[in-house]
């Protein structure tokens, strides 16, 4: 079973430390969340795992081995992928055009077709195909985007804010889309700072407060935690 950790992670900006000592585990086949207001340090983080940045301490593990220096590129071809909160869609080109773009590196044509299709059916995206980017829905926009991320084939997903910008309905139909993903083996860490959203679709989560994780467990442990409840519904992240 692969796994993937982060451990003890730091990262300081103007000597404030945006991430500190924040440590993270998961196997594949597990969908587990980070949560917490923002500018609690889940971008950071998240960059930090996938490779765009570098932790001042600490380490990120895949298995036993060490990548905690690996750039972004090294890191993706060993399974790990990011999806940025920004759209990242390509938005001149069709909906199976973007996902080609990712296919068509790692397989010869006709291997990318029909994998095109089967991603096109998995995502419910066939009747959008021949639709350009930029006349996209927030929720199609995202769909494609997620599409063309898990084409690589993937060990762990890493989505920063999957849901943000996409209506109730999409939502949900995202959230029945990464629960097939999680089934079928992959492995999917998703931020958000609605924990909402994340404790509906994650098993586990870990909440981030000024960079820290202040508690980790099940979706039913969270919701009775002191700490998260004064978090969410105190009105604010300050441990000091």
């Not at 585990?25 to 889940?42: D, F, H, I, T």
Request: aromatic fraction near 6%.
């Amino acid at each position: 079973m692969k796994t993937l950790a982060a451990k003890n992670l730091e990262k300081i900006y103007s000597r404030r430390k945006v991430v500190d000592g924040v440590s993270i585990y998961m196997e594949k086949g597990e969908l587990v969340g980070l949560a917490g207001p923002n500018g609690a340090g889940k971008t950071t983080t998240f960059y930090i795992i996938s490779g765009f940045i570098y932790p001042d301490k600490g380490s990120v593990l895949l298995d036993d081995e060490d990548i905690t220096n690996l750039p972004v590129h090294l890191r993706a071809r060993k399974g790990i992928v990011y999806l940025p909160q920004e759209p990242s869609i390509f938005r001149r080109l069709t909906v199976e055009e973007n996902i080609l773009s990712a296919l068509e590196l790692y397989n010869p044509k006709k291997v990318a077709m029909e994998k095109l299709e089967v991603l096109l059916n998995t995502f419910h995206l066939s009747h959008l195909r021949k639709k350009k980017g930029g006349n996209l829905s927030g929720g199609e926009r995202r769909r494609t985007e997620v599409a063309r991320a898990f084409s690589v084939e993937p060990h762990f997903m890493l989505l920063d804010e999957p849901f943000t910008g996409i209506d109730p309905l999409m939502t949900s139909e995202l959230m029945e889309l990464l629960k097939t993903l999680k089934s079928k083996g992959d492995g999917i860490l998703i931020s958000d700072h609605n924990i909402k959203e994340v404790l509906k679709i994650c098993e586990r989560v870990y909440i981030l407060c000024e960079g820290k994780v202040i508690f980790h467990g099940r979706p039913d442990e969270v919701v009775k935690n002191e700490k998260v409840r004064e978090l969410y519904l105190g009105g604010g992240c300050k441990l000091r």
